[in-house]
Each structure stands twice: as structure tokens, then as C-alpha cells.
């Protein structure tokens, strides 16, 4: 944030082990978490207040930021977020029944694949989790039992031979999308290949498995 100029009331510490925030409860969270980190220190925090879905394992901090970040919004609350592709799938360790009990809940609204090359320090491919604590929320309609997927893995152009980056265009393209589906003016439609507007049923039947390219087709 500092890079980019951008001013806010910056605490450094844990925020696992230290909660900067205990009180809060945000309109908005925007986040980038370290992905797939094993070296959490899980065991310090068993029975914490955070994990209303599930105890995050010893071995990856993923689903302990997911729930992090639901804990910290308000009734009305929005956060997006970037995790690694496994997050989607992964039943490694319990991980599968918490991305369940999150999906029952009903606070998965809108899920992107992401194009691979697209981060400096990494190779694992990524994807980005949008999750609404209240659906209704009388600014957009109603999207209860509903979420979107989107396949963005074949946009971007690459501007080197390791490094990939989104165009405004394909950033128009893929927020457009969500914002029409959410009923922020424009029509949605379903694009095979690109987007699906799916049930909580359907996801059911693909055992809770968030990866866009199973309900998106071809």
C-alpha cells in the first residue's frame, strides 16, 4: 500500500496470533494472503473464536485466512480475496468440509479462476474468492441459494516469457460480469467457457468442489 501511495491506518504484527482488529467489522475486506503457508503455528490457536467452520489444519493457513477475513465483516460485509487454485478442491486435512460448511452457509458469491504467470513471486496458479455475508442486501438482488463462476484463465496477454498481465479490457470484462450478475445494471447471461451462474445444489452434486471450469464447460 505503501508503494502505491496509498493511505491507511497501517498496523505490522500477526494476525493470526495477535488480532490487529479483534472489534472490527468491516463493510469491505481486500486481501492478499500468503499462499498455502505451513508454518502457522495452528496449535496455538485450537478453539479459536475465528473458526465458526472448521479447525484450519497445522499444515496450510488457507481456509484460517478465509475465515479471518468472515469473522471481521459486518452483517452486510463483502471481502475479496486471492488464494491458491487448491483452496478451490482440496479435502486435504478437513479443508473440504470447512469450504462446505462455508458454501451451506451460503456465503460464496462469486468465484474467478485466474491466468497462471500472472504473480512475480510465485508460480502457483491463483484464484480469487468473492464471499457476501448477506446476499439479500437490498442494494443488489437477491442471490441467496446462488453464485457466480468465472473462467478467466485464457485472458491476459504476456509481456514477457514468464510473466502474464491482465488487460483493462479483460478486467472490464470479468468485474462487468460480476456487477450485471450482482444487479448493478446490464444483463447477465451465461457464457460457456467464461461464466455460469449456478446453484448451491449443483454444487452439491460436484461435492462442494469451487473450481469454475467444472460448471463454466467448454
Not at 61 to 69: E, G, I, L, M, P
Not at 112 to 127: D, E, R, W
Amino acid at each position: 500500500m505503501a508503494i502505491r501511495g496509498i493511505d491507511a491506518n497501517i498496523k505490522h504484527g500477526d494476525s493470526f496470533h495477535e488480532d490487529q482488529f479483534k472489534d472490527l467489522k468491516a463493510d469491505f475486506i481486500l486481501a492478499n494472503p500468503p499462499f498455502n503457508d505451513s508454518d502457522w503455528r495452528q496449535e496455538m490457536l485450537q478453539g479459536d473464536v475465528r473458526w465458526k467452520f472448521g479447525t484450519p489444519p497445522k499444515g496450510n493457513a488457507n481456509f484460517a485466512w478465509v475465515q479471518h477475513f468472515i469473522h471481521h465483516l459486518s452483517p452486510t460485509g463483502l471481502t475479496g480475496f486471492v488464494l491458491a487454485n487448491g483452496s478451490m478442491s482440496s479435502n486435504t486435512s478437513g479443508e473440504g468440509e470447512i469450504r462446505k460448511n462455508i458454501i451451506e452457509a451460503d456465503l460464496v458469491d462469486c468465484m474467478v479462476a485466474l491466468p497462471s504467470q500472472l504473480f512475480y513471486n510465485t508460480m502457483i496458479p491463483a484464484c480469487l474468492w468473492f464471499i457476501a455475508r448477506d446476499k439479500i442486501n437490498h442494494k443488489f438482488k437477491n442471490r441467496r441459494g446462488k453464485m457466480l463462476f468465472i473462467d478467466a484463465r485464457n485472458l491476459g496477454v504476456m509481456v514477457d516469457r514468464r510473466h502474464r498481465e491482465l488487460t483493462d479490457e479483460d478486467i472490464k470484462k470479468i468485474s462487468a460480469t460480476y456487477h450485471a450478475w450482482r444487479g448493478e445494471g446490464g444483463k447477465y447471461e451465461d457464457v460457456p467457457g467464461f461464466c455460469k451462474s449456478a446453484t448451491v445444489e449443483e454444487v452439491r452434486k460436484h461435492e462442494y468442489i469451487l473450481t469454475p471450469g467444472r460448471y463454466v464447460g467448454t
